[in-house]
């Protein structure tokens, strides 16, 4: 391992024990990945079935674009690497993170039908990548679910393609895709709009006495 | 202690102690449970009545296929060792997690008059033992809650034979029963179970604003 | 520092320093004592004003029953003393822990015009002391909440004469007391009667859909 | 850095981390000062743009002021510091704290249009500084949030001066400020007015069955 890779592998699995805490890649759901290198496109990339909360940094597997394991382990990368791979594609990420978290897993599917939700107003916006002001409406677009990872990875491109400012979208029934320049913003992207959903979610069912 | 039985006692007490942080295990409730060995029957068993927030590996005790204690303690083994004992038996099992979650309990309380309730369309589902696709019913029975225990396990048993399929069940007002080939499969489990649990939980509260 | 009030002081410490992480005793609230001696009555008890997610056993208090401190300390004993030292005089307890959690907190006002609420059902219930069936219905009193610390020992005195066989009590839009023969016991029905508490009040919350 | 300076450091960027693991910061939200010294005005500020979850001492950053950054550090400080500069001068309070987490902003909204929100009867009020029975009538006022930081910083202090009792207040779809005489103190203040936040979010969402 290079020390450019130990160090991104060091911070992938420290960034996935944290998640796991919260309860946002319980039961080895989620996946975590971040560039080495551009060309060849070299991922690092969380590997499938580990559980999260114990996930180490010699587990961290390094992928190509076609998403086959070029590093020496011998376990499977995540089955959603293509849409990791997609991603940093479509948008020159530096990092992906992938999480399923209870309010994202339930918005994604109050708001199905309406293809996404728009998230105004609130002063968390102010964190994501190029939004300066709480007076914004950022538009989380929400794609169905499905077990064909190619057509998933299309799906996701389109949607990248029509929305060139969201900065994630969700899976229905399945969780929130989010990325950044490196890891330590796609993280921040991660905490912000879990919190955001979560304050949707609640704000929802809130009601106001006296 | 044998290396097996050391390794099989550090895991569980860990396991333990992870499920007590998150709410999972208060109150010295909740038991923990994996095979040792298989003819003749033993397990690795947490004790009654000790805080699992606290527990070490050299608590837990090994149990014969009567819940007789043959290590070398003075504690008791958990009133519910005869339902692992049978789940280890009907369905070959090599670990057993019982939880007193908040929303197991109150989920196996609402849905009782039902006899189970259906969990479908979930991503999470990918992660049960046998389940490819998030286009799948998994269906969690609810037996009603005994003090007798014998009555009990055989009642587990039946569930088990009318249900080949189910990850788990839940005991009415009580909590969660789930288990894995492994320990580690059933710990997933036990995290997949419990998010589905609070995601169907919180799905019945919410609404939809604008 | 004897050695017997050492390790009391420091596990009431340590139990203090848990119940902070899970916010049952945010902003100095709350309080824990444990019984040292009973002839004269000697009680370790956390002092007032500090923050119990940083208490250390060196600050832990020795009060009489007066509840005077008479151990070589500065601090001031928390203002509720009197209401354990009469807890440990009615009811013999060995430790009397006090929380200000969310949902005791809430429930103690929801039901306060009943004087209390009855918790049945719960297998949770049989880790209460006595307590041997989840067939149980177990009566939490509620108390006015009072400044005048001689009344509302009284008020506590009354109430435990009543209600012999409660483990517990809340004092309205306050939080819960309860007690234990040790302190191990006093733990664990606090983490009970918690999640009792938070069963209870989200279950008035809770619909069924389809 | 001064032997003061350190410790202050240390203190807030353990505060800091704290406020991280209960999700009050997240995403690089939130900003903690301590008054290092008042004449000249010098304040220990957390840097902008910083994991609060990964806050060292070293990263603490010295401000004057103007808030600008007068110790050896190459970051920026806090968009907010004039907020906490307005803050320490009109209450001279020893240290200011701002949170952002789920219960204020949603509350911040729901009560915006009331100019603020009443909580009153709660034990928990007698953690305030000033505050010693529950009989307690605590007004926290709702501002406007805005992006014009000079307005906002004269917008802070006419509240502070028409709520001359008031702990704190509420930015909205923002967050909570508050203060105290010293960090401990404004500390304690966070967590009793997010505990609080908290009780009334879910109280008026709280029903009574039976």
């Not at 039908?113 to 677009?141: F, N, Q, R």
């Not at 320049?181 to 919190?195: G, S, T, Y």
């Amino acid at each position: 391992m290079s020390d450019s890779f130990a160090q991104i592998a060091s911070s992938l699995a420290a960034t996935a024990r944290g998640f796991h805490l919260r309860g946002w890649v319980l039961g080895t759901s989620g996946n975590l990945s971040a560039v080495v290198d551009r060309e060849p496109l070299r991922l690092a990339m969380s590997p499938s079935g580990v559980d999260k909360g114990a996930l180490l940094a010699e587990q961290i597997l390094m992928i190509d674009e076609q998403a086959r394991v070029v590093s020496d382990h011998r376990a499977r990368a995540s089955d959603e690497s293509p849409l990791h791979i997609r991603i940093v594609t479509e948008r020159g990420a530096g990092a992906v993170l992938h999480t399923h978290s209870i309010w994202s897993t339930m918005l994604s599917d109050t708001y199905a039908d309406d293809g996404g939700l728009a998230i105004e107003g609130y002063e968390m916006l102010k964190g994501l990548e190029g939004v300066t002001t709480h007076e914004h409406s950022e538009w989380l677009p929400i794609l169905e679910n499905s077990q064909d990872m190619r057509a998933l990875a299309d799906s996701v491109a389109d949607t990248l393609r029509q929305h060139k400012d969201a900065h994630g979208f969700l899976l229905r029934r399945h969780g929130l895709y989010t990325w950044g320049n490196d890891l330590a913003q796609a993280k921040r992207h991660v905490e912000i709009l879990e919190f955001l959903l979560e304050a949707v979610g609640r704000a929802n069912s809130m009601t106001k006495k006296q």
